[in-house]
């Protein structure tokens, strides 16, 4: 699939989305969830630590 073409379903947005992780650079170990900032990684990272 090509970047710019209408996606009917949510899901495969968000499978496409997944695949350009170059704008995300910070991964959580915990989840493999990606952040644009470390900042946001970092405040995400705390829900983990709560447990």
Same mark, same amino acid.
């Given at each position: 699939? %090509? *970047?710019?073409?209408?996606? @009917? +379903? @949510?899901?495969?947005?968000?499978?496409? +989305?997944?695949?350009?992780?170059? %704008? @995300?650079?910070?991964? *959580?170990?915990? *989840?493999?969830? @990606?952040? !644009?900032?470390?900042?946001?990684? !970092? %405040?995400? +990272? +705390?829900?983990?630590?709560?447990?």
């Amino acid at each position: 699939g %090509e *970047c710019g073409k209408g996606f @009917r +379903q @949510r899901g495969s947005l968000n499978v496409h +989305q997944k695949k350009n992780t170059g %704008e @995300r650079p910070y991964e *959580c170990s915990q *989840c493999g969830k @990606r952040f !644009l900032t470390k900042k946001k990684l !970092l %405040e995400h +990272q +705390q829900i983990h630590s709560e447990k």
